[in-house]
């Protein structure tokens, strides 16, 4: 349920403050007096409500990241600019995702501990000395980066030469500073979440993204250069939108206790796999450059796109799901884990089904109406639909297998799903190897769709030794009544697609939305019959 209050991203009863907040099942309650969090039980509902709203401004996300890919794919289609500017954004957000992007995973289960036994000083106490720590560090590493920008491209990116090279090497300069505001993104969302303040973190990425478009679209300067500080600019007001709450709190002290000494330990399987299974991006990208003009890019749109689906598919759930699966194991209930679970997938399930079969169906219309203008050219949307549809692996092993991960966060064991990470990432690698020179770009993204449903098969299958089959309780009713839903959807869709009409891809998805909703509701779907209820709630109110 969204409540107002003072700062952030997903909280609890109103108390007259000016932020937005989210609460869920085991919510932390802000007490106005005394600003301590008091846990409490709320039902399925609100946390149904809680993903709703974080899913809602994750879709907002989508659609401002898809204008600005538009405009990108008007300005510059799947040229050597594109896959300049493509390669460069991956070193920074490589760096980023192995040292500072699972910081998260890690930190949220110290600080619902410390919540859990009402011990706020000491929570804060841990996020300072980690946001000390993280600063010294990130701007560190920025500098690096900037420094030997160009052999790295060399290294890197062996297929590009002369001024494209160069070009990649500017960019990699100014992407740098993403490490800085990428990892505090991280670290304040961690904080937001661990106190169940979902509103702000979820909203401000839009207005990043939207700062980003808004920089493009007026500068008349519409060069790759100015491209990258506009995505700098947007990512650093994100970044102090989700830190105006937490620095509220921060003392500057770098006194390490038993809590920092426990996040390292849990930090350092996570760094040590994802810097070995996070190269994928630079792998992809590298052997992309050996493939001709516009391979990177197409890659490029297809990932981000992929990317930005998983966002808005799991985003939501797995925010809200992750706390209360800490909150569970803190309490010590297995079955109360299992079921929380067991409802997470059913959620997972309902959102992620209508996905898939819309973009098997619909890829190429859906390609056509975002990029298909000025210097982007129906090659260019067969190329990249083509890529979407082999990238289905992953948006399925990707969304599920980020609750899958958090489940084994929640229980502190961030050593399984980095070894399986590792695994299933050097089976994908040879795949790549082996199918790229027969296949081309098409190899990698089949390549990558096979090793995210492999980890995820892996994952799913400890877990249920671990807790046992009440986690698929209703799993298979669930999924009938998804795909049963999806299929009249799309059929009911087909007519507005391939009427001819501007952008009929998106009026006939918002058709099938409707569809979709509709039918899970005569199936008495529970999704659909919460939202419903939810939905006649706010008309009566």
């Not at 869920?24 to 609100?46: E, F, G, I, Y």
């Not at 401000?204 to 300067?221: D, E, R």
């Not at 990177?296 to 699966?325: D, E, K």
């Amino acid at each position: 349920m969204i409540r107002r209050e003072t700062a952030t991203h997903p909280g609890g009863p109103p108390t007259g403050a000016a932020c937005c907040e989210v609460s869920c099942p085991q919510t932390v309650l802000l007490s106005r007096t005394n600003d301590l969090d008091s846990w409490k039980m709320s039902d399925h509902r609100a946390s149904l409500r809680s993903a709703g709203w974080v899913n809602l401004l994750s879709f907002a996300q989508l659609v401002v990241q898809f204008a600005f890919q538009t405009l990108l794919a008007r300005y510059f289609g799947a040229g050597a600019e594109m896959d300049a500017f493509v390669a460069a954004i991956s070193l920074p957000t490589f760096i980023s995702s192995v040292f500072f992007n699972s910081l998260g995973y890690a930190l949220v289960p110290v600080l619902s501990r410390k919540l859990v036994e009402q011990d706020l000083d000491s929570a804060w106490s841990s996020a300072n000395n980690l946001l000390t720590l993280l600063g010294v560090t990130t701007g560190f590493a920025a500098m690096i980066l900037a420094v030997f920008a160009n052999p790295l491209v060399r290294l890197l990116f062996p297929g590009y030469a002369g001024q494209q090279a160069a070009l990649t090497a500017e960019l990699v300069r100014v992407l740098a500073c993403l490490i800085v505001t990428n990892s505090l993104i991280a670290y304040s969302q961690a904080v937001h979440h661990s106190h169940r303040r979902f509103i702000t973190p979820a909203l401000s990425p839009v207005v990043g993204i939207l700062t980003t478009l808004l920089i493009v679209a007026c500068l008349p300067s519409r060069s790759m250069l100015t491209v990258a500080w506009a995505v700098v600019a947007g990512s650093a007001v994100v970044a102090l939108l989700q830190l105006s709450w937490p620095l509220r709190h921060y003392r500057l002290r770098l006194r390490p206790g038993s809590d920092t000494y426990q996040f390292l330990r849990l930090c350092a399987p996570l760094i040590l796999g994802a810097a070995y299974y996070r190269l994928d991006p630079l792998i992809d990208r590298y052997l992309a450059s050996f493939l001709p003009t516009g391979s990177v890019a197409h890659l490029g749109y297809a990932s981000r796109l992929v990317t930005a689906l998983l966002m808005v598919s799991s985003s939501g759930l797995s925010v809200v799901a992750f706390p209360s699966f800490a909150q569970q194991q803190a309490a010590a209930s297995t079955e109360g884990l299992a079921r929380e679970v067991a409802h997470a997938i059913r959620c997972m399930i309902a959102i992620i089904v209508p996905i898939i079969v819309g973009l098997g169906c619909y890829s190429t219309p859906v390609i056509r109406d975002l990029f298909e203008r000025g210097r982007f050219t129906a090659t260019d949307t067969h190329t990249v639909s083509l890529l979407l549809l082999l990238y289905l692996g992953m948006i399925v092993g990707g969304a599920f297998g980020d609750v899958a991960a958090k489940i084994f966060y929640s229980l502190s064991d961030t050593r399984t799903p980095t070894v399986i990470g590792c695994i299933g990432f050097t089976l994908g690698l040879g795949l790549k190897l082996t199918l790229v020179p027969s296949m081309g770009v098409a190899a990698i993204a089949l390549a990558t769709s096979l090793y995210y449903l492999l980890n995820l098969a892996l994952m799913g299958w400890l877990i249920w030794k671990r807790l046992g089959g009440l986690l698929l309780q209703g799993v298979a009713r669930a999924c009938a009544r998804s795909l049963l839903a999806s299929l009249a959807a799309v059929l009911l869709a087909a007519p507005v697609v391939f009427s001819g009409i501007p952008l009929s891809s998106f009026v006939g998805a918002v058709a099938g939305a409707g569809a979709y909703f509709l039918a899970l509701f005569l199936l008495k779907d529970e999704m659909a019959l919460r939202l419903w209820d939810y939905l006649r709630h706010l008309r009566g109110a």
